[in-house]
T-cell receptor, first 109, second 115 residues
Framework: KNEVEQSPQNLTAQEGEFITINCSYS?????LHWLQQHPGGGIVSLFM???GKKKHGRLIATINIQEKHSSLHITASHPRDSAVYIC???????????FGEGTQLTVNP | GAGVSQSPSNKVTEKGKDVELRCDPI?????LYWYRQSLGQGLEFLIY????????KSGLPSDRFSAERTGGSVSTLTIQRTQQEDSAVYLC?????????????FGPGTRLLVL
């Protein structure tokens, strides 16, 4: 079992729909990152969380440390949101990030 | 300002040859990371540099892989005696904070193909 599990692996939505991507992890962490990988391969950091909730535009990220779970929500989805969304965690010691396999999101017009 | 840059953007090499991949982090960023993304696979940590501290090499897959960071800025990842399984996108990221708990800024990656 991977230390970081994402679900779903693939997600197809219609423009305007509310989207949720989930991330569960099995180790103690000091921080959790959500990343977006565009079709061309470029990676952008969306959020870094250690507790609670963060919002940026139509994106919302939440984390529940006790349940070892985080969610990424996209409101009013748009075709330009189509990308791979990656969850990554930093353990309580050391500097490395451990990555989930990613969720491929496709938003159709 | 300029982001993280990597060169070359693409590299094709023959099995057994050595390759060098370069990363220029954002100016002033003290932390620098190398990652690898194999085809159809998730991202994999390789190595981490922070200032003048000894690097965290725990992710390097074999002793054919090495990296250095000169003057606290530019970094070079070297793969010796390349194998076909080394084919992947090699990504570099930098951060302004040492703890790994700050936003990492990723470069565009180097696509390596070993024939």
């Amino acid at each position: 079992k991977n230390e970081v599990e994402q679900s779903p692996q693939n997600l197809t939505a219609q423009e305007g729909e509310f989207i949720t991507i989930n991330c569960s992890y099995s180790v103690g962490i000091s921080a959790l990152h959500w990343l977006q990988q565009h079709p061309g391969g470029g990676i952008v950091s969306l959020f870094m969380l250690s507790s609670g909730k963060k919002k940026h535009g139509r994106l919302i990220a939440t984390i529940n440390i006790q349940e070892k779970h985080s969610s990424l929500h996209i409101t009013a989805s748009h075709p330009r949101d189509s990308a791979v969304y990656i969850c990554a965690v930093k353990g309580t010691s050391g500097s490395r990030l451990t990555f989930g396999e990613g969720t491929q999101l496709t938003v159709n017009p | 300002g300029a982001g993280v840059s990597q060169s070359p953007s693409n590299k094709v090499t023959e099995k057994g040859k050595d390759v060098e991949l370069r990363c220029d982090p954002i100016s002033g960023h003290t932390a620098l990371y190398w990652y690898r993304q194999s085809l159809g696979q998730g991202l994999e940590f390789l190595i981490y540099f922070q200032g003048n501290s000894a690097p965290d090499k725990s992710g390097l897959p074999s002793d054919r892989f090495s990296a250095e960071r000169t003057g606290g800025s530019v970094s070079t990842l070297t793969i010796q005696r390349t194998q076909q399984e080394d084919s992947a996108v090699y990504l570099c990221a930098s951060s302004s904070a040492p703890s790994g708990q700050e936003t990492q800024y990723f470069g565009p990656g180097t696509r390596l193909l070993v024939l």
